[in-house]
């Protein structure tokens, strides 16, 4: 390329906001400092509409996986009964995490790009004929582009046994709406580079007052993601047990200041439109999506091409056209490409990527599509204006 | 204070270079690029004369506390014996660390402010009935700014035992020399908020290819913290299990550029002149430091004045004086301050603290000792010019 700008569009990470760069660049400070509780309890608290959290957000350092394990070893113990809903390769992670830690883990398997409707779950778990101590669900299944029903599958998991309800939100918090109460989730996890707009490092975990509960009772080994640990020193002195990634928290206040501007109405309504505009514009272009419109993640589009040419159609997009997206992962492995569409991402972004799409399809099919993914896009942006 | 310029002393986090942020503030990147895996193993690699490392280091986006957690979960199974040396809160540390994973832990018990000597080390292995799995030590034990004489104390374990030698760097690798196979260390751990110069959020851990063929078989529970899984993604296609914290390893590149250009022999000299000036300097105003000059630490000075003084001197550095430094933790708090003097750290430096410290000795105690420190370690750097 003439110029090394860089057009990412990856389901995370994705690109961080020049302010967001500016407030982490701050003067350092001390963790044990008079300054560190006043800014975790801003972005703590600040974070909890993200979530829809009745409780301040407990931060961890680490990656979305570390607050995935967090939430496993500390509701977990060796031997419990838990039903993970495995649908794609973050589901598939979430069973393994809490393998490791010697669950005994069910896995209710759905065919990867669908979602798992409610009344399975309710099959699942009333056929079952063990205590379920919890069931874990993936909100956005960051492999397939899919979004789980969140709401109802609380509801389910609620009405029919006495399971916690643990949501893995790493690829959507931020670009979707969350109600933890309402929803009936226990415990929401999140990572910082997605839907975010920050670099990779920081791990988010809401927790309602029952999970807490169970925590504290939890005996399962655990020092560093020992939450009990986070919760005694943020109500404490509004700390953290161990030293935390400072830099990345005054990026995540800048963050929260950012959401507060747009208003998170509508930054979850430009999500909703980002995902409307790359489908369409896709559609327009005869390529077929993994998924259907209903179960669609507004942060992340899989996008999975004829004869096989998804790979081809990455490299070539990368190579030429100098845009990052993802490929397929596991079993989904060369069969997708995927958009990342969250965050520090406008409609002009997803407008960008379909020309790059657009321009693909010319070169490899020879046919002339170019403008066509455009606009439809703009028709789709122009109806929402 | 007339401008909010910041001054930051305390033995971690540390002061951020200019050059490290903006190389933290580059264009995020994904870590399933092309570039990612040049990045992270030309940082590896660089690291290794910083941690005296045979193999690439290991880099976990944790702080300090996770990484010490992965040196315990990959070595150690519930019920193993293992010797910790405790002489402060970070040795004190590591003992919970694996005693809430299940070890049955030995402490080495030694005076706050002193040393484990090696044949206290020696007794203490060769008097036990039960078989040693490991010597966990603390090579800079921050909290009483003591330096353990790592060389010695690795002879020893591997002298009289068949246990692994596991060593706490977290608040001195960057400051200090190193040498894994030469001091018989197998796991060497750091963090990157102390002499490293980077925000918190990267920890650290050098492992030698025996600690390596222990690991592959250990059986405790882990996942975020497995080190199998580092090393498979590293040798496989150089990168990470999970999500890594791409803006802090842009900066730790730029820190290895900064190590090489000032070369490593220097930055280790830098360390070992900024303790001279500040003890020296203290020790012109008549006020007794925790430790004696043999065994003190490069990176981190313990001051302890008479009459309980030593709250009320923070306090009047912070508040009156705009520097930030560390008080005493556990049973040596409010005993002492500690000065940090690591990382982006120069001879000025050290001459500003003393300046807030002689002005505030004349505060509280009336005496007029401006200029008595700051001579004393002018005098110093002249000798070393």
């Excluded at 409609?347 to 399809?361: H, K, Q, R």
């Amino acid at each position: 390329m003439f110029l090394d700008k860089e057009y990412l569009f990856t389901p995370g990470p994705t690109p961080i906001p020049n302010r967001v760069n500016v407030a982490m660049s701050k003067p350092m400070i001390g963790h044990r400092s008079a300054e560190f509780p006043v800014l975790l309890e801003d972005v703590a608290t600040r974070l909890q509409p993200v979530f829809g959290s009745d409780n301040p957000v407990c931060i961890l350092s680490a990656s979305g996986t570390g607050a995935l394990e967090a939430a496993a070893v500390n509701t977990i113990e060796p031997g419990d009964h838990v039903v993970v809903i495995v649908g794609g390769a973050f589901g598939d992670r979430f069973a393994k995490i809490l393998e490791a830690h010697g669950a005994n883990v069910h896995r209710l398997e759905v065919e990867w790009g669908t979602v798992c409707q409610p009344e399975q779950l309710e099959d699942f778990i009333t056929s079952a004929n063990y205590q379920v101590k919890a069931v874990f669900a993936t909100y956005c299944e960051t492999s397939t582009s899919v979004i789980h029903p969140i709401n109802e599958l609380g509801e389910v998991t609620k009405r029919v046994s006495d399971a916690l309800f643990i949501v893995d939100g790493v690829s959507c918090i931020g670009g979707v709406p969350a109600d933890m109460a309402g929803w009936n989730i226990d415990i929401l996890v999140s990572g910082s580079q997605k839907a975010l707009m920050l670099p990779p490092g920081l791990a988010f975990v809401a927790v309602s007052d029952h999970a807490k509960e169970v925590m504290k009772n939890n005996k399962a080994a655990r020092f560093y993601f020992d939450l009990n640990r986070y919760f005694d020193a943020y109500e404490q002195k509004k700390s953290t047990p161990f030293t935390p990634a400072v830099s990345l928290i005054y990026g995540a206040q800048e963050v929260c200041q950012m959401i507060e501007e747009e208003g998170l109405d509508n930054v979850i309504k430009r999500h909703d439109l980002l995902k409307t505009m790359t489908r369409e514009g896709i559609k327009a272009l005869d390529i077929p999506l993994l998924t259907s419109d209903e179960i669609a993640s507004p942060t992340v589009t899989a996008v999975k091409p004829e004869n096989g040419k998804a790979n081809e159609m990455k490299k070539m997009i990368k190579d030429k056209f100098n845009i990052s997206l993802a490929g397929g992962q596991q079993k989904l492995s060369g069969e997708i490409f995927r958009i990342g569409h969250m965050g520090y991402c406008t409609p002009y972004d997803v407008l960008t990527v379909l020309t790059a799409v657009e321009m693909t399809v010319k070169a490899i099919d020879g046919k002339d599509v170019l403008g066509a993914a455009t606009k439809r896009a703009q028709e789709v942006w122009s109806e929402h204006v």
